[in-house]
């Protein structure tokens, strides 16, 4: 298999380094290991060792999930809706607190109920198990009715 161009696939996505979270380098590994290119072979690509291109690749993804954690902190500080939600709360109360105060701020969420629960519950992680919330979380809702939880 021959192994694509990373700069030409960079190029095309129209990644610029300056202002972003990622590195020249880190884009490179991560373009073409997410086409399933094998470290080896992006090693030899780029004249550098396997080990090199392991560690720009944890690195890159540490700076994606930090860059997520980034907006999400700034959606929730801009957020119009925000719901503190204490350990011991019953899954089964948060989406009427939810859309109560939605309906208080005029945000239309776009979620059922059930949804709703589904989604608390996915994004809080093991601060929610089964129906309880067992620590405290922070239940947000945008403008444009999208709903983020912070743990």
């Known amino acids: ?7 030409a696939l960079l190029a095309e996505l129209g ?7 990622l590195t020249h380098r880190q884009a490179q590994v991560l373009v073409l290991r997410e ?4 470290q080896r072979e992006i090693a030899d690509q ?9 560690s ?4 890159a993804r540490e700076n994606i999930e930090k860059a997520y954690e980034t907006v999400a902190f700034a959606e929730a500080l801009r957020a119009p809706v925000r719901i503190a ?4 709360t019953d899954l089964y109360d948060v989406p009427s607190r939810v859309f109560s105060a939605c309906d208080e701020a005029g945000v239309k969420v776009t979620r059922t109920a059930p949804e709703l629960m589904k989604l608390v519950s996915d994004e809080a992680g093991d601060a929610v198990v089964g129906r309880e919330v ?4 922070v239940v ?8 983020r939880v912070r743990t």
């Not at 939600?85 to 011991?88: E, F, T, Y």
């Not at 067992?134 to 979380?137: F, Y």
Request: a negative charge; charged letters at 20%; hydrophobic letters at 30%.
């Open 1 to 7: 298999m021959s192994v694509p161009d990373a700069d």
């Open 15 to 21: 990644f610029e380094a300056d202002g972003g979270v």
């Open 35 to 38: 086409r399933g290119v094998s």
């Open 46 to 54: 780029l004249g550098t060792s396997r080990a090199n291109v392991s």
């Open 56 to 59: 720009v690749e944890s690195s």
């Open 85 to 88: 939600v204490q350990g011991g």
């Open 134 to 137: 067992k620590h405290d979380i």
């Open 140 to 147: 947000s809702v945008t403008s444009e009715g999208q709903v």
